[in-house]
Each structure stands twice: as structure tokens, then as C-alpha cells.
């Protein structure tokens, strides 16, 4: 470890000791990245993400009362709902006259049933797809969830829910005469937005990760309760990426992507004007790198290391608008000597895998404002 290195991480915790944290200060530091050691990135991106406060002395009392309100969460959605399905079973009596599985009334309980299998599915598919070629997802956790997977329970958890599902409601589309339209969304298709679940696993993934490998063990054990309220909080200042009828608004993916070139038209006309000319629309690429804040774009280690400068920015998802930006810019050169399918190719699958640069060109569009 070098002498400069250690340097930070005594930055780091000169901050963190302090009874009251210095906000500024840890973004500071932060956003030039944050070192693992010690549990420092777990500890941060909770400060960062307004789960932990300011105030060191609260920090025990809010863990406690988070992860106990996390239990009560499974307790009321997962396990009494299961635990009556057990009781009761599906008799013939769940079926009558007035409500069947094939009720289009919105508020028949058949119905909420259905979507309620369509979304566990869709869960259920992106959660196995979650990062393949990373062994840390393919593995069992340490620590996992004893009040859901006690082998002495006897309840329906989701788990079993999803693998007694025979209908695949995540390739099929209802409509209103209960009549079935197979389709299958293709990875790398240009969508006008996401379902408002489809991509969160990506969110979800390198928050956990990060938790999960805290070095301080009773941190670690509560990783699931942590990442939830931490990926609560993030999806607050996201949501609106995900909600097809904020497209078009100001607040909407549109209009972000749209951001993205008009921040590129005014810092590189030349690569801009390329672009247009070759139909290359930000919703080709913008799209993903946006909604799924560049997870997609990049190995995991590197994603998270965005996310430190991402989550540590007052105005953090400006900056991810810089960063998109710097990324066009700095394959300038390949862009403008390439034609419609070389530039495509180069934008769904990022060539630059050095993510500091990507950093430092955002930083210097921010700082030429």
C-alpha cells in the first residue's frame, strides 16, 4: 500500500470520527474515490445515500430501528400472506361467480394475483441474470435470511411462489378479452422506457455487493436490510427514469437524454453535428447508460468507483450527464472516422475501460461551466 493511499484512508477516517460529520468535506474526498479498506465505502455510501445522518451518536439507534422495521417489512408482505396461503390453500371456493381467474375487473382478486406473478417473474429472471460472471451472485450468502428460510417453515415464500408458476407472465401480454400476445424484449433493443421493475436489479447489484463485503461482520449480516433502504433512497432521486408517463417532462429520460447532446453540441459541435448526420439518436445508447447509472457499460469494480463520485456530487446525476458526455468526447476520433454500424458498435459496447479518465473529462466539462 503506498504511502499516498494510506494517506486517504486516514483523510477518510479523520472525517468519519468526528461526532458530527463533515458533509462537504466527505464529499470532497469521496469524490476522487473511495478506498475499501476498513469498511470505508460501505460507511460512505450510507452517509451519502441519507440513510445514516450526520450525527455519529444516532447511528446504532437508526441501524437497530431500520433493521427491525426491515423484519416487520417480510413479516407483513412475505410471511403472514404466505403463512394464510398455507392455512387456507385453493379450494373451489376461491373461484365463484363473481370473481374467477378470468375476471378483467381491475380490482379482482384473481387479477392482483396475475400482476403480482408477472412482477415476481420478471424479479425472479432479472436476479438470476444479475452479474453471471461474478461468483460472489452465484453463491449462497453468509448471512442469509433466517425468518424466511428456516427449514422449519411451512409458508409459501416467494421462492416457491415463482417455482410453482407454470404460466412465463414475463413473455406474455393480457389484454382486456384475456386474450394472450407472446412476445420476447430483446436485451439490446431500443425501448421508449422501462417497466417500471425491469433494470432495478442493476441498482440493486453493486449496493449489495458493496454491503455484503463489509469487513465488520455485524454490518455485513444486516447487508439485505442495509442495501434496501439504501437502494430506497437512490430510487427516490431515479424514479422518474422509470415511469413511462414522465417521459416527455422535464424531469423524464427523454429530456435527459436530449441533455446529453445538447451539453455535447455546446462542448464538441463538430462530434455533435456527426452524430446527427448519421441518425445516431441518444435513445440508441443514452437510454441504458442513464437509467442503469453505467452498470451496464462496465466491470463491476469500475461501476462502483463511479458510483463513489456519482453519490458524492451535490448534484449528482448533473454529473452523470457530464460523464455520458466525456465518454462521447473521449472516442471522438473513432466516432467521426466511423460510419452508422462502427459508431453503433461502439456505443453499445463502450471501448474504454479506463473509468479515472472518463472521470477527469467529466470533471473538466463541470469545472469549464
Given at each position: 500500500?503506498?504511502?499516498?493511499?494510506?494517506?486517504?484512508?486516514?483523510?477518510?477516517?479523520?472525517?468519519?470520527?468526528?461526532?458530527?460529520?463533515?458533509?462537504?468535506?466527505?464529499?470532497?474526498?469521496?469524490?476522487?474515490?473511495i478506498p475499501c479498506e476498513g469498511g470505508l465505502r460501505c460507511l460512505c455510501w450510507k452517509i451519502l445515500l441519507n440513510y445514516l445522518p450526520l450525527e455519529r451518536a444516532s447511528w446504532?439507534?437508526?441501524?437497530?430501528?431500520?433493521?427491525?422495521?426491515?423484519?416487520?417489512?417480510?413479516?407483513?408482505?412475505?410471511?403472514?400472506?404466505?403463512?394464510?396461503?398455507?392455512?387456507?390453500?385453493?379450494?373451489?371456493?376461491?373461484?365463484?361467480?363473481?370473481?374467477?381467474?378470468?375476471?378483467?375487473?381491475?380490482?379482482?382478486?384473481?387479477?392482483?394475483?396475475?400482476?403480482?406473478?408477472?412482477?415476481?417473474?420478471?424479479?425472479?429472471?432479472?436476479?438470476?441474470?444479475?452479474?453471471?460472471?461474478?461468483?460472489?451472485?452465484?453463491?449462497?450468502?453468509?448471512?442469509?435470511?433466517?425468518?424466511?428460510?428456516?427449514?422449519?417453515?411451512?409458508?409459501?415464500?416467494?421462492?416457491?411462489?415463482?417455482?410453482?408458476?407454470?404460466?412465463?407472465?414475463?413473455?406474455?401480454?393480457?389484454?382486456?378479452?384475456?386474450?394472450?400476445?407472446?412476445?420476447?424484449?430483446?436485451?439490446?433493443?431500443?425501448?421508449?422506457?422501462?417497466?417500471?421493475?425491469?433494470?432495478?436489479?442493476?441498482?440493486?447489484?453493486?449496493?449489495?455487493?458493496?454491503?455484503?463485503?463489509?469487513?465488520?461482520?455485524?454490518?455485513?449480516?444486516?447487508?439485505?436490510?442495509?442495501?434496501?433502504?439504501?437502494?430506497?433512497?437512490?430510487?427516490?432521486?431515479?424514479?422518474?427514469?422509470?415511469?413511462?408517463?414522465?417521459?416527455?417532462?422535464?424531469?423524464?429520460?427523454?429530456?435527459?437524454?436530449?441533455?446529453?447532446?445538447?451539453?455535447?453540441?455546446?462542448?464538441?459541435?463538430?462530434?455533435?453535428?456527426?452524430?446527427?448526420?448519421q441518425n445516431i439518436k441518444p435513445q440508441f445508447f443514452a437510454f441504458r447508460w442513464l437509467t442503469l447509472l453505467l452498470s451496464q457499460e462496465?466491470?463491476?469494480?469500475?461501476?462502483?468507483?463511479?458510483?463513489?463520485?456519482?453519490?458524492?456530487?451535490?448534484?449528482?446525476?448533473?454529473?452523470?450527464?457530464?460523464?455520458?458526455?466525456?465518454?462521447?468526447?473521449?472516442?471522438?476520433?473513432?466516432?467521426?472516422?466511423?460510419?452508422?454500424?462502427?459508431?453503433?458498435?461502439?456505443?453499445?459496447?463502450?471501448?474504454?475501460?479506463?473509468?479515472?479518465?472518463?472521470?477527469?473529462?467529466?470533471?473538466?466539462?463541470?469545472?469549464?461551466?
Amino acid at each position: 500500500m503506498s504511502s499516498l493511499h494510506k494517506s486517504r484512508i486516514a483523510d477518510f477516517q479523520d472525517v468519519l470520527k468526528e461526532p458530527t460529520i463533515a458533509l462537504e468535506k466527505l464529499r470532497e474526498l469521496s469524490f476522487s474515490g473511495i478506498p475499501c479498506e476498513g469498511g470505508l465505502r460501505c460507511l460512505c455510501w450510507k452517509i451519502l445515500l441519507n440513510y445514516l445522518p450526520l450525527e455519529r451518536a444516532s447511528w446504532t439507534s437508526i441501524l437497530a430501528k431500520q433493521r427491525e422495521l426491515y423484519s416487520q417489512f417480510l413479516r407483513e408482505m412475505i410471511i403472514q400472506p404466505g403463512i394464510a396461503k398455507a392455512n387456507m390453500g385453493v379450494s373451489r371456493e376461491d373461484v365463484t361467480f363473481e370473481d374467477h381467474p378470468l375476471n378483467p375487473n381491475p380490482d379482482s382478486r384473481w387479477n392482483t394475483y396475475f400482476k403480482d406473478n408477472e412482477v415476481l417473474l420478471q424479479i425472479d429472471k432479472d436476479v438470476r441474470r444479475l452479474c453471471p460472471d461474478i461468483s460472489f451472485f452465484q453463491r449462497a450468502t453468509e448471512y442469509p435470511c433466517l425468518l424466511i428460510l428456516d427449514p422449519q417453515n411451512e409458508f409459501e415464500t416467494l421462492r416457491k411462489r415463482v417455482e410453482q408458476t407454470t404460466l412465463k407472465s414475463q413473455t406474455v401480454a393480457r389484454n382486456r378479452s384475456g386474450v394472450t400476445n407472446m412476445c420476447s424484449p430483446h436485451k439490446n433493443s431500443t425501448p421508449s422506457s422501462l417497466n417500471e421493475y425491469e433494470g432495478m436489479n442493476e441498482i440493486v447489484g453493486p449496493l449489495y455487493y458493496t454491503f455484503a463485503t463489509d469487513p465488520n461482520s455485524e454490518w455485513k449480516e444486516h447487508a439485505e436490510a442495509d442495501t434496501f433502504f439504501c437502494f430506497t433512497n437512490l430510487m427516490a432521486e431515479i424514479r422518474d427514469n422509470f415511469i413511462k408517463s414522465l417521459d416527455d417532462s422535464q424531469c423524464g429520460i427523454t429530456y435527459k437524454m436530449e441533455k446529453v447532446y445538447s451539453t455535447l453540441k455546446d462542448k464538441d459541435m463538430e462530434l455533435y453535428l456527426k452524430l446527427q448526420e448519421q441518425n445516431i439518436k441518444p435513445q440508441f445508447f443514452a437510454f441504458r447508460w442513464l437509467t442503469l447509472l453505467l452498470s451496464q457499460e462496465f466491470l463491476l469494480p469500475d461501476v462502483i468507483r463511479i458510483w463513489d463520485s456519482l453519490f458524492a456530487d451535490d448534484n449528482r446525476f448533473d454529473f452523470l450527464l457530464l460523464v455520458c458526455c466525456a465518454m462521447l468526447i473521449l472516442i471522438r476520433e473513432q466516432l467521426l472516422e466511423g460510419d452508422f454500424t462502427v459508431n453503433m458498435r461502439l456505443l453499445q459496447d463502450y471501448p474504454i475501460t479506463d473509468v479515472c479518465q472518463i472521470l477527469q473529462k467529466a470533471k473538466e466539462l463541470q469545472d469549464s461551466k
